[in-house]
């Protein structure tokens, strides 16, 4: 039979405009957000604001002008520490606008991860009761201290940020408390100074939030921003434990210093323009010290939106620490590496939560849990044997069951057993959620390659206990050559005193700096493993859907953990020396940081046991005593960093994004990076064998006595000689800066970096630099 033709036009008109509907959703969708720096200078005559200009050139290079109007493209102005918008276009539109006169660069939109008691008596500082920070006689006030959290918001309600004792809010402060849902106005006091949100971004790429289950305010749905916003000043809080285990006082690494939270985390993560908001408004409120334990990668210096934004805050005379990540053992893992961000790696406390597995045949495992239900695994209420199951085919290669993936345990196997869960892929406490689920009665959470013998302990919801690799091995090799293999767990509470402490952290990222070697990084390592602070009281203490407990505090473990205890004491630091800049604060963090543990040995690396090096500890852990009074520090000013930045091969136009506010030039001070005046020296020889003496230059500022002499003390090296010429500095003034040279000869070209450190000692003081010497294979 014939078609009817009239239905075959019919046909094709509707598929022309289904094509039609198709092609304007993808063109749509194809938008996204760029980030866009402009030249606030080259601002023309004609325009009588900033914003006006900028919109001006969005709409000059709109394909098809909007409906709805122009302007909407805009979702941010940045004013203070970056100038430019953020600003919805498609590809092609980044790429004409990116040739307008005036744009600096574009950026497209980044996203970024989160990097998730007693860390002040471990670190030295006094626990004092009150808001006032007593350390070692020296009282502390810091009340005029305000430092920046930029996380998932705040939990306004926890003890942690009681204001008692507080003094009124600084005059300064411009900050605001932005109000919401579950966020009043009353929520901010004096010690919660502000309170803003930041979600345009995240929300042009992922859609609307919905109000109805996550809180569009800054109240934090999430734990993490309340936990690093009490880290990093908490109020002492007596009796503060996570069910009963690390029960003591928390408190913060400054707890008379104030906060303003800045949500720029919701549920599907952080995006880069919401980020560059928050840093502009903070610095424009008046933050002193912004704390940031989130990362996205590494980018070159120019096209790293955060790391401009930090420089602009640097500019301005804020401190900014970041997480170094948690991309640990591997190398060459981290995140925020530029000079002017003060990177932070992790380490742990002397503190631990024990836990036991007793094999059938007597055999006892050591290792870690914070199940708090009972004491042991009991049955019919007294401690037995349970049989144990491991779904793996070999202990070396884990696999979806053998890593308690869900839906990968049989319930037929599992039910009544305690069940070996390879860690990976899932959240180690998901896995014991999933043997739960299975009829599982237990979890032994076994490390593999990528984790080594270091123990992370998490608030199971059934009875669990971490153990390391090798013990993890040895069960495995028990379960498959007895037929009947049994086991008991057992929860020993809180220990102190755990030795060797601290220890770097497996998770920890690791250096080498591959985008510029003569900059070590990570900085340094502070506490970061099973840290106590305040919980949000929206979610259980395991971060589970399914976990209906509410508590107080909760334990954490992360680079985002030992990022805000170097916040904390960046401000107690700006507290008690209003006029240090970021570089100085940040010199004497890291020249009196340690290299050994409380049994007198070479810090050791939980991923080996073995000694680490500055790769992995930078200049070593935090000693905020000592960084209250440093002796000497290396200064660096804003042209000095922007120096470093002419000797990293930037053409004209990319070094303009960092020159934006005083039309810097390079003077070209620096005969190569190395020569930056950082507090650790990197000595990079290059590819040549030809090129065998390198001499790195540095200038020290007497921060300590008028009239102190220093002398210098240099570790051997293999490979090279080094010689410190003068090796003695004579002090005859405080404020007073001294210059001096490090010479190195190489004696033998190395196949791997060689590790030491430079110390300078007047019999008060002792300021240490790290030293690495990299040789380049010959190309």
Not at 545 to 553: E, G
């Amino acid at each position: 039979m014939a078609e009817n033709p009239v239905k075959g036009v019919f046909f094709i008109l509707i598929s022309y405009l289904f094509l039609n509907l198709a092609f304007s959703a993808d063109t749509q969708i194809a938008k996204k957000t760029y980030i866009v720096q402009m030249d606030k200078s080259a601002m023309p005559n004609s325009f009588t604001n900033h914003l006006d200009w900028y919109s001006s050139k969005v709409k000059s290079v709109l394909l098809e002008p909007e409906n709805e109007g122009d302007e909407d493209r805009i979702i941010y102005n940045y004013q203070t520490a970056f100038h430019g918008v953020a600003v919805q276009l498609s590809q092609e539109e980044a790429e004409r606008l990116e040739e307008e006169d005036g744009v600096v660069a574009i950026f497209p939109e980044t996203k970024y991860q989160l990097h998730t008691t007693r860390s002040p008596m471990f670190l030295g500082l006094e626990a004092g009761y009150g808001t006032n920070n007593n350390v070692r006689g020296q009282k502390i006030l810091g009340h005029d201290v305000i430092v920046g959290v930029l996380d998932t918001g705040i939990w306004p309600e926890s003890e942690s940020f009681n204001d008692m004792g507080m003094t009124p809010v600084p005059s300064r402060w411009k900050g605001k408390c932005e109000t919401g849902r579950g966020f009043e106005e009353r929520h901010c006091n004096k010690k919660i100074v502000g309170a803003r949100v930041f979600y345009q971004g995240y929300e042009a790429a992922t859609g609307k939030i919905n109000g109805q289950t996550e809180f569009k305010s800054a109240r934090d749905q999430d734990g993490h921003g309340t936990h690093t916003a009490a880290t990093v000043a908490g109020s002492p809080v007596r009796g503060a434990n996570l069910q009963n285990y690390a029960n003591g006082t928390a408190r913060g690494m400054s707890p008379g210093a104030r906060i303003a939270a800045y949500k720029v985390c919701w549920t599907g993560g952080c995006f880069s323009s919401d980020i560059l908001s928050a840093v502009d408004r903070a610095v424009a409120d008046g933050v002193n010290v912004l704390s940031i334990s989130l990362g996205g990668g590494v980018s070159s210096y120019y096209r790293d939106s955060l790391s401009i934004a930090a420089f602009g805050a640097m500019e301005m005379g804020v401190f900014v620490s970041c997480s170094a990540g948690n991309g640990g053992p591997d190398p060459v893992s981290l995140t925020n590496v530029s000079p002017w961000i003060t990177t932070v790696g992790a380490s742990t406390m002397d503190r631990d939560f024990p836990a036991i597995v007793k094999l059938g045949n007597g055999r006892i495992m050591n290792g870690v849990s914070l199940y708090k239900e009972e004491r042991m695994l009991l049955k019919n209420g007294k401690q037995e044997n349970y049989p144990i199951v491991y779904m793996g085919r070999n202990s070396s290669s884990p696999e979806p069951s053998s890593l308690c993936l869900e839906g990968t345990l049989d319930r037929h196997i599992v039910e009544g057993k305690i069940v070996i869960c390879d860690r990976g892929i899932s959240p180690r406490v998901q896995k014991g959620q999933v043997v739960k689920e299975a009829g599982g009665v237990g979890m032994i959470l076994s490390n593999t390659a990528n984790n080594g013998e270091e123990l992370v302990a998490d608030c199971h919801l059934l009875p669990a206990v971490a153990i390391g690799e090798t013990e993890g091995k040895a069960i495995k090799r028990y379960v498959s050559t007895s037929p009947n293999a049994t086991a008991s767990l057992a929860f020993l509470g809180t220990r102190l005193g755990i030795r060797p402490s601290p220890v770097v952290a497996a998770f920890s990222s690791r250096g080498p700096n591959f985008l510029t070697l003569e900059i070590l990084k990570p900085d340094l390592v502070a506490p970061g493993v099973n840290i106590l602070a305040a919980w949000s009281g929206n979610l259980g203490p395991s971060s589970l859907p399914t976990d209906h407990r509410r508590v107080k505090f909760n334990i954490l473990s992360g680079t985002s953990m030992s990022c805000p205890h170097v916040s904390g004491i960046a401000a107690l630091l700006k507290a008690r020396h209003p006029d240090w800049s970021p570089a100085t604060i940040k010199s004497a963090l890291m020249t009196t940081a340690y290299v050994h543990d409380n049994t007198r040995n070479s810090l050791r690396d939980a991923s080996t046991d073995a000694p680490s090096n500055p790769f992995d500890h930078g200049a070593g852990h935090i000693d905020p005593i000592r960084a209250l009074d440093p002796g000497l520090v290396y200064d660096i000013e804003a042209q000095d960093y922007f120096e470093f930045l002419c000797t990293q091969n930037l053409t004209p136009f990319q070094l303009k994004v960092f020159s934006k506010h005083s039309n810097r030039s390079c003077k070209h001070s620096l005969a190569s990076p190395g020569d930056l005046n950082y507090p650790a020296i990197s000595a990079v020889f290059p590819e040549k064998a030809s090129t065998a003496v390198l001499t790195l230059h540095r200038t020290v500022t007497n921060v300590g006595r008028s009239v102190s002499n220093y002398h210098a003390m240099v570790s051997p090296f293999k490979g090279a000689s080094v010689h410190v010429e003068p090796q003695s500095l004579n002090f005859t003034r405080k404020y007073q800066k001294l210059s001096y040279k490090v010479t190195f000869t190489t004696i033998s070209r190395q196949s791997e970096p060689e590790f030491g450190g430079l110390v300078w000692k007047d019999g008060v003081h002792r300021v240490r630099s790290p030293i690495v010497i990299t040789w380049l294979p010959p190309m």
